[in-house]
């Protein structure tokens, strides 16, 4: 991976490759671009002569990220333990989409976000799936099977033999092995529309009849706003807790827009986003609802004032 002798000054192009490694690691964008900034502060701080003798920027601080992800994965679990509620990866927007719906939407300095290339490896189900692998096998999973490192390459990063990382990896892919594939986009979108219709019509037949009645709804409020702690079960119940939401919160505005790259729902009031839901569905019936209504984790969809 790159030849010998490459300009230490290539480092900082490897800035998107990173930070879409480390999202799809930690499920984070706050602490992906920590990560990162902590890869690029060991490189800068490595003598010149060093960085020459590196024959690859880029795989040295794909390296470097992978290690201080593997160690946060692991600090994670225990600080999810005493995460207040459900935890769920932080929602991505498509700030283009933004901006072709009239301006408005996410702005400010170029954000983390922007650089994240939105695909089915970020989709909110496929994250939720590599929350429950160990540490070890995420990062073995991800770096093989999303961005085809080799194991030998991985093995550095683990601390193992390259042997060892492909069961890991095997185990890792295990777990996804009966995902099945996701519904096209138009057909997602047109199931998100209808939910998004019968929300703002307090329709709850409706509602019920387009959740599956074994749906699950799971909110993420991070002990800084008002949502349920644990997830809602059942399609009936479900449809029943988001007419109340509605009728709560009076002024609440649902936009259509892609969440993670799929069709969601974002939900504003006075023009700040309050809520992003992502949807997963099968056979034209919701079957899961992740919605995140976590403040700090809400940052890349602000709004302008």
């Not at 790159?2 to 690691?25: F, H, M, P, S």
């Not at 690029?40 to 470097?64: D, F, H, K, M, N």
């Not at 019509?201 to 993420?220: C, F, Q, R, S």
Request: hydrophobic residues 45%.
């Amino acid at each position: 991976m790159g030849t010998v002798g490459a300009g230490a000054d290539t480092a900082a192009g490897e800035r998107r490759q990173l930070i879409n490694v480390a999202y799809r690691l930690l499920g984070s964008v706050t602490e992906a671009e920590d990560a990162v900034q902590d890869a690029y502060t060991r490189w800068y701080g490595l003598p010149r002569s060093r960085q020459e003798e590196i024959s690859s920027p880029g795989a040295w601080l794909t390296t470097v990220t992978g290690r201080i992800c593997l160690d946060r994965l692991g600090s994670a679990r225990a600080r999810r333990e005493r995460y207040v509620g459900s935890w769920l990866p932080e929602p991505l927007p498509d700030r283009t989409e933004w901006d072709h719906a009239g301006g408005a939407g996410p702005t400010g300095p170029a954000d983390p976000a922007d650089q994240i290339v939105l695909d089915e490896s970020v989709a909110t189900a496929f994250l939720v799936v590599l929350e429950s692998m160990t540490p070890a096998e995420r990062v073995a999973f991800v770096l093989h099977d999303v961005f085809r490192y080799p194991f030998a390459e991985i093995a550095d990063v683990l601390g193992r033999t390259p042997a060892a990382c492909k069961q890991l990896a095997a185990s890792a892919r295990r777990r996804v092995s009966t995902a099945r594939a996701p519904v096209p986009a138009t057909g997602r979108a047109d199931v998100v529309r209808r939910v998004k219709e019968a929300w703002e019509a307090k329709d709850v037949a409706a509602l019920v009849g387009l959740l599956d009645p074994a749906a699950v709804m799971t909110a993420d409020g991070g002990g800084m706003v008002g949502t349920v702690l644990r997830p809602v079960e059942g399609g009936a119940r479900i449809a029943q807790y988001m007419v109340a939401i509605a009728d709560m919160a009076p002024g609440l505005k649902l936009l259509e827009r892609s969440v993670n790259g799929a069709p969601g729902l974002v939900a504003e009031r006075a023009g700040v986003v309050v809520t992003v839901a992502s949807f997963d569905v099968l056979d034209g019936h919701v079957t899961r609802i992740w919605a995140v209504r976590n403040p700090e984790k809400l940052r890349p969809w602000g709004r302008a004032g």
